[in-house]
Each structure stands twice: as structure tokens, then as C-alpha cells.
T-cell receptor
């Protein structure tokens, strides 16, 4: 089976750095994704990790450790517009490479 | 990238009726997925719809309740049959390009009364 865990909510201050953790258990692994979703909107792609290590893209970075079943999303120089839900998702390598999503972490950025 | 449109964007339906949601993609894609997102919740995969084969349904979802069509590489429909208030949700179409990045449509907000 598959299981993805991430914190329900986090609060951080504008300009700060926040790290959102994700742990997963899957029967097969073909990549880990992070998506951002603002209220009432569809999810948008942020990052993809398939190999261990850190992927950096502007203010956002994502890290993966396959042996530990662990990932984190790092957001730097937080802005008010970063207030959103952040979804960790894992793609398996069977059954049509389907992607399963975690419950999401609601991030509140305060002034 | 891929641009995905869905119709209708929202609807209010009566219990016991059916609604068909359309998903149109601006490019040919092999893998297409249908998700459901209930208020305040994350996305739950309903089924995977690949052209040329029958849809593959996830545990808890059956073809009689959620029939899917995939007539070509740019279009799919999801029907929510014999609706009940528990089916009230946002239904999202999604495609995967090159087996990698996944794009989502704007969603169809369904309310069943």
C-alpha cells in the first residue's frame, strides 16, 4: 500500500524560511512531487525529485532521501502570496504510474 | 506544458441524476487521470484513463458509478451517476507529459442537493 504523511498546518513569518516535511511508504517509487494549491484553484507543479539530493528552483528547493522515504520542501524569503496548501505526491512504478497525493500542508504566512 | 479545460466549471444537481464532465487537452497525451477533491481535503485518485484501454479504477471507485470515456488522445469524460450529496466535490482532470510533470484542469465544482 501507499501512505504519505505531512503536517496539517504551519505558520511562518514573511521573509523567513520554512521547511515542510513529507514521509512516504510506497510499494514502488518513480518520483516525488510537490504541488502548490491556492484556495479554490487547481494544484500547480513546483518540483520533482527522483534521485537523492537537493533540487533548487529559485526560492523553492526540494530534497529527497529514498532510503528514508523522506522529502522536504524549503521555501525561502517567504511572501504573503506563498500562503497556500503544499501537496506532497508520490508516483509509483506500477499500475500506470499513478500519482498519489498526501493530505497537504496549509501554510499561513503572516506579516 | 499542457492547457486543460473542463466543462462544466460548476453545477448543482439533484439527487439521483447523473452529470458528465468533459476534459479537453490542447495536446495529445497518453496518460490522463481523474481526481476528486472534497472540501478541505487533498486529491483522491478516482481512475486512470489511457486511450485504447479501459479505465483503471482505484479502490472505492467503480465503473458503474463513475464511467469514463477516452475516445482519443485529447479528450475524456467522467460521469458521476445516480448522484447523492456525498458526491459533492471538485472533480479534476489531470494529464502527465512524458511520464513526468502532471498538469491539472481548473476543476468542476459539483453540488448535489
Amino acid at each position: 500500500g501507499q501512505n504519505i504523511d505531512q503536517p496539517t498546518e504551519m505558520t511562518a513569518t514573511e521573509g523567513a524560511i520554512v521547511q515542510i516535511n513529507c514521509t512516504y511508504q510506497t510499494s514502488g517509487f518513480n518520483g516525488l512531487f510537490w504541488y502548490q494549491q491556492h484556495a479554490g484553484e487547481a494544484p500547480t507543479f513546483l518540483s520533482y525529485n527522483v534521485l537523492d539530493g537537493l533540487e533548487e528552483k529559485g526560492r523553492f528547493s526540494s530534497f529527497l532521501s529514498r532510503s528514508k522515504g523522506y522529502s522536504y520542501l524549503l521555501l525561502k524569503e517567504l511572501q504573503m502570496k506563498d500562503s497556500a496548501s503544499y501537496l506532497c505526491a508520490v508516483r509509483g512504478n506500477t499500475g500506470g504510474f499513478k500519482t498519489i497525493f498526501g493530505a497537504g500542508t496549509r501554510l499561513f504566512v503572516k506579516a | 506544458s499542457a492547457v486543460i479545460s473542463q466543462k462544466p466549471s460548476r453545477d448543482i444537481c439533484q439527487r439521483g441524476t447523473s452529470l458528465t464532465i468533459q476534459c479537453q487537452v490542447d495536446s495529445q497525451v497518453t496518460m490522463m487521470f481523474w481526481y476528486r477533491q472534497q472540501p478541505g481535503q487533498s486529491l483522491t485518485l478516482i481512475a486512470t484513463a489511457n486511450q485504447g484501454s479501459e479505465a483503471t479504477y482505484e479502490s472505492g471507485f467503480v465503473i458503474d458509478k463513475f464511467p469514463i470515456s477516452r475516445p482519443n488522445l485529447t479528450f475524456s469524460t467522467l460521469t458521476v451517476s445516480n448522484m447523492s450529496p456525498e458526491d459533492s466535490s471538485i472533480y479534476l482532470c489531470s494529464v502527465a507529459l512524458d511520464g513526468y510533470e502532471q498538469y491539472f484542469g481548473p476543476g468542476t465544482r459539483l453540488t448535489v442537493t
